[in-house]
């Protein structure tokens, strides 16, 4: 069978393209692969022609170099003959900083030209026979990347030692993918655990071998380490790796077929078919020639003669894809990070530290970095010049929360009070006063860090230094030793100079046909009247300070009376709704205790004054107007709470049209899908923002109601959107309501203005998330509360001092709850490298991909959804691109080489790739993808986190009694098993899939049926039952729930059930319906994409 034979392409990433060249075509190019090879290459790692040399005896390695980061293996330059050298297939995991892995360099010394090697009979002998398929196959995750000593453990689970290279990235990656399949009877590249019936998978001991060199990941002249020879049935106890390219020895005493390993039995490596000789796929699917008689190298068995074309013995292989186990997982990463790093707390003294990753729970110790609950950064050690940043690809960027919930372990921002002089800056830059600034001359003045002036301090502010120094009262001082703290303002940082009111909050609620038919209404009403009591208050404040207003409405608007004096609620109606006013000031906003009787009875009075409507239309400009202007009246800010269910038709500003067209998607004209109708909206919310009103919008939709236009106001405001499609309250009441509750309760920092300073050399250039900015530099939010982040981009504008760092500082003017002015500080120190290694040593990928996730979701208001998508993956080539052409070790071009902290980067950015903005499947409305794309917008790291790569976690694995979470596995459908049942969450949606083969007895406990089929599908509430599993469930649903900013609602998917397709599309390791790569062939695509930018 032609090794060049594929399946029919499936058009990657969204548009029509030819199978990729070079991926499972044998030769370079995708010129079809032909016995002879037309370049002077020949296949990836073919034979070079005329190049036949042999092994010399003694092999010399190189030393390990110093610092170097995390490499792989040599290379030859360019355009020698190192293709044909190492395996194709190698991606290989380079080691981190500390842990060199040295590759034996093929056939001569260290940075000379390599050759092929051609076996000789006695070339190898020194080494013991060469190791058979399997027993290399074991080697290649969990390839041990230590120098000269013995090998260590790798992690459990997936043997990925510091570097992260993979076996082959370069052949042609399985049958499922858009490129192409696996001809028959061929083993597929990468071959692992489950990969064919002969290898195990990844053991979780070191090789039994202690050997002072480590062997290849895959591909290369393979020395099997070890210090005498194989005895029989010993393989390598690792994660498989590639059949050796060129067994150099002839392979004297081999393992016959079916000789036991450490695993189950191994054929022999595929033979060669007639049409193909001499080129096959490798066992591990190194392109190149294959294990099997190939002409001058060694046959596979003993006198076994060396024919080409020679048939192998019957034992073909079946078609399997690579075993996803030899890939870099994101559960791994997450497990490593919380057994390394959760027990300690994180100490925020030291400059440019990289924290612990959002998925590990861990405490901060406030030593003069901002926590990384409020900051975290794309690189924690930036680039000097402008030069290296644009070199490197790697976006500059930092997720800041201001305003972040703190576990109760941590103590709030301590709240410094300077009096009437106020908080103090520097004179040029206006920065304040932080741990960063030097006293000077005995601390009569000090040095700013920002942009080096210097300033006075004070007569009041005045302290001696010590001997280093420091000032004598440093520790006393928040500002002087915290990384965050809050200032109290003076007058002169309010609004007209005089002090702001406390806020207030309106509630106005649509009462059109929709809204009273589906019980919206009255259910409102009645947790209102409870949920009035929980209004945000400050510290130890009895009662919240908070007024509130009521306001209902279809084509017209219905103000309400509701001053504690009177006997009854007085309604004055408005149907100018052209020209809105305000009918009422006095006891239109009021206080809820002094008027609780009243907003009692209004609430009972609302859903029967509305009960026998008729009214379909509604209006929502005015609505907001509305609002705006009762709190200007009141000169207050605010928040307005809609609740809208349909597309506002009736004549009013605001008017919208019914333009969802799903004909424009993949079409240059899809950008208008996330683009407001009409420009008022816009208009509307910057006058929002100037009064400090900050709206939060619940939608109800039966239908379209354009919630790309109704979302820009919440969005433009700092406020949010909630969207409940189809709305019925027996099956989404809890899901709203417990929404609602957290909405109202939350804090909230009203009429803010953000900026972000940096010292010289870097400046914040590009601004994400939910807020308005009327100039370059300061971020106004009508309202920000703690699940808010607002993401900045920094670019060089001089050259940065590796000494001195560089230093970021966040301040935030806000009005709290209780109308008192503050300001809020977050400062962080970052190191500065000149070697791109250390760039890449200290990057966070989460927050990369935060980043790039929401500089695509922008740019789709602008740009063509294909346009975006390939600017994503050419950027995220050229991060690894670059770090494999200046950081790793010279190696063969047939290896995919990863930074340590970066290897999660391609699965990540494919899931953004495959997300329902980017890519949406034929059941996603244009409403959704608005939705989710004004949502992300403001996510903060851990939410992208797991909204992307979503949490499957089986629940019958793990002890009943265990209280904690049961360990994750990853994304993908061949991790489930019919027997189990496993619970999977993405922070806005949960989702309980139970297996087809469950035992009866756990059915039982879980649902109170005795069968899988009296299961009822779509379910969303388990049953309360009093048995141990019952509890542990609804237990572990409870704490997920807690720790999500949106209550998820849960969803029982049963197998094979037509709500599984739902399901399946969250499992993000596979292909998606939409056309979406798996991530083995994502990361294919990546491989290539590299190499071409590398040629």
């Known amino acids: 069978m032609n090794v060049n034979q594929s399946a029919p392409p499936v058009p990657p990433f969204g548009q029509s393209q030819p199978i990729y060249p070079g991926y499972h075509q044998s030769s370079y190019g995708g010129q079809p692969g032909s016995a002879v090879p037309p370049t002077p290459y020949g296949a990836y790692n073919g034979p070079v022609p005329g190049y036949q040399q042999t092994h ?248 076994a003669p060396n024919f080409g074309s020679q048939p192998g013995p019957p034992q073909p292989l079946p078609p399997k894809r690579l075993d996803p186990d030899a890939i870099p997982s994101p559960i791994q990463v997450i497990e490593d990070d919380r057994n390394n790093r959760g027990s300690e707390p994180f100490v925020t003294g030291v400059r440019g530290q990289v924290p612990p990753l959002v998925t590990t729970n861990f405490l901060v110790k406030d030593q003069g970095n901002a926590s990384p609950r409020y900051i975290r950064c794309t690189s924690y050690n930036i680039p000097c010049t402008s030069d290296m940043a644009k070199q490197a690809q790697v976006p500059l960027a930092a997720v800041i929360k201001p305003l972040a919930r703190l576990p109760p372990e941590e103590a709030s921002p301590y709240v410094v009070d300077h009096g009437e002089s106020g908080p103090l800056r520097c004179n040029r830059c206006k920065a304040y006063m932080c741990p960063f600034m030097q006293f000077v001359e005995g601390g009569r003045r000090f040095q700013c860090c920002f942009c080096s002036c210097v300033n006075d301090v004070p007569p009041q502010y005045f302290q001696h230094l010590d001997h280093t120094g420091k000032r004598v009262d440093a520790y006393d001082r928040p500002e002087l030793s915290l990384g965050s703290y809050e200032f109290l303002a003076t007058v002169d940082y309010c609004k007209n100079n005089k002090f702001p009111s406390p806020p207030a909050f309106i509630f106005m609620i649509d009462v059109s046909y929709n809204a009273i038919r589906t019980g919206l209404v009255r259910l409102l009403c009645e947790e209102l009247k409870s949920l009035l009591d929980y209004l945000p208050r400050e510290g130890g404040a009895e009662e919240s300070a908070i007024r509130v207003g009521f306001v209902t409405y279809n084509k017209v608007l219905h103000f309400y009376n509701v001053k504690s004096s009177l006997a009854q609620p007085q309604m004055m109606v408005v149907s100018d709704v052209a020209d809105m006013f305000v009918p009422l000031l006095d006891g239109f906003l009021v206080n809820v205790n002094e008027s609780r009787a009243v907003i009692t009875s209004l609430l009972d009075q609302i859903p029967e004054m509305f009960a026998d409507t008729r009214e379909t239309e509604t209006v929502f400009a005015p609505v907001i107007q509305a609002g705006m202007e009762a709190l200007k009246a009141a000169e207050c800010a605010g928040k307005l709470f809609l609740f809208h269910t349909s597309l506002p038709v009736a004549e009013a500003p605001g008017r919208l049209k019914n333009r969802d067209d799903r004909k424009l998607i993949n079409t240059d004209k899809e950008k208008t899908l996330f683009q407001p109708q009409t420009g008022a909206y816009q208009t509307l919310a910057k006058d929002c923002v100037a009064q400090g009103c900050c709206v939060d919008l619940f939608l109800f939709p039966n239908q379209y109601v354009d919630v790309a236009t109704l979302s820009v106001v919440p969005q433009l405001t700092g406020g949010s959107v909630y969207k409940y499609a189809c709305f019925q309250v027996e099956n989404d009441q809890e899901r709203f309501l417990s929404d609602l509750r957290r909405d109202i309760q939350k804090v909230v920092g009203f009429d803010a203005v953000m900026r972000v300073r940096t010292s010289t050399g870097i400046r914040a250039v590009d601004f994400f998330g939910a807020f308005y900015m009327s100039n370059t530099t300061d971020v106004e939010l009508a309202g920000l509360d703690g699940d808010k982040t607002v993401t900045v981009e920094f670019k060089h504008d001089d050259r940065l001092n590796e000494e001195s760092g560089a230093v970021l500082q966040c301040a935030l003017l806000y009005t709290s709850c209780a109308g008192q002015r503050r300001l809020r500080i977050h400062n962080l120190a970052l190191n500065c490298c000149t070697q791109l290694a250390d760039l890449y040593r200290n990057c966070e990928t989460d927050t990369l991909i935060n980043y790039m996730a929401k500089f695509a979701y922008r740019g789709v208001l602008n740009s063509p959804v294909k346009t975006v998508r390939d600017t994503l993956i050419t950027q995220c080539a050229q991060i690894l691109a670059c770090y494999r052409k200046n950081c790793a070790s010279p190696s063969s071009a047939g290896q995919l080489i990863l930074p340590e902290c970066m290897k999660l980067l391609p699965v990540y950015l494919n899931c953004v790739l495959k997300s329902d903005v980017l890519q949406p499947g034929a059941e996603v409305t244009t409403d959704d993808r608005a939705y989710v794309r004004q949502l992300v917008t ?102 997920l729930r807690a720790q999500r900013m949106r209550y998820m609602k849960l969803i029982v998917v049963k197998q094979e059930d037509k709500l599984e397709m739902l399901f399946k599309h969250f499992l993000v390791e596979d292909k998606s319906l939409s056309g979406g790569a798996s991530y083995v062939d994502f990361l294919c695509h990546m491989h290539k994409e590299i190499r071409q930018l590398l040629s």
């Open 56 to 303: 010399p005896q003694g092999v010399s390695r190189a030393p390990p170099s110093s610092g170097a980061p995390p490499v792989s293996t040599a290379q030859a330059p360019c355009g020698q003959a190192a293709y044909g050298q190492f395996g194709q297939g190698d991606i290989q995991n380079g080691p981190s900083s500390t842990v060199q892995m040295q590759r034996l360099p093929g056939s001569q010394q260290f940075g000379s030209p390599l050759a092929p090697v051609v076996s000789q009979p006695a070339v190898l002998q020194p080494y013991g026979p060469p190791p058979t398929s399997a027993q290399v196959t074991a080697q290649l995750a969990g390839m041990q990347l230590s120098g000269a000593v013995a090998p260590a453990p790798p992690p459990s689970g997936l043997g990925y030692g510091p570097p992260t290279s993979l076996a082959s990235a370069s052949g042609s990656f399985p049958n499922s993918g858009p490129y192409g399949s696996y001809p028959q009877g061929q083993a597929s590249p990468l071959s692992q655990a489950q990969g064919h019936p002969g290898v195990q998978p990844p053991l979780r001991s070191a090789p039994p071998l202690a050997s002072s060199f480590t062997p290849p990941a895959s591909g290369g002249p393979r020395m099997p380490s070890m210090t005498g020879p194989l005895p029989p049935g010993q393989g390598f106890g690792g994660p498989p790796v590639s059949q050796p390219n060129h067994v150099s020895s002839p392979p004297v005493q081999a393992l016959p077929p079916g000789t036991q390993m450490t695993g189950p039995p191994v054929p022999p490596p595929p033979m060669h078919s007639p049409q193909q000789p001499g080129y096959q796929l490798q066992q591990n699917g190194s392109f190149g020639p294959a294990g099997g008689p190939q002409p001058s190298y060694g046959g596979p068995y003993p006198g």
């Open 938 to 1039: 403001s996510m903060d790291v851990a939410e992208t986190n797991v909204f992307f790569y979503p949490r499957l976690l089986p629940l019958t694995k793990s002890p009943i009694e265990s209280t904690s979470e049961p360990p994750a596995v990853r994304a993908s459908e061949e991790r489930l098993s019919n027997g189990d049942i496993y619970l999977l969450e993405n922070g806005l949606n949960l989702f309980l899939w139970v297996g087809a083969s469950v035992q009866q007895g756990v059915v039982q406990s879980l649902f109170n049926v005795s069968s899988f089929t009296q299961i009822t599908s779509g379910l969303g509430v388990l049953p309360v039952l009093d048995n141990p599993l019952s509890k542990k469930v609804r237990g572990l649903i409870a704490s």
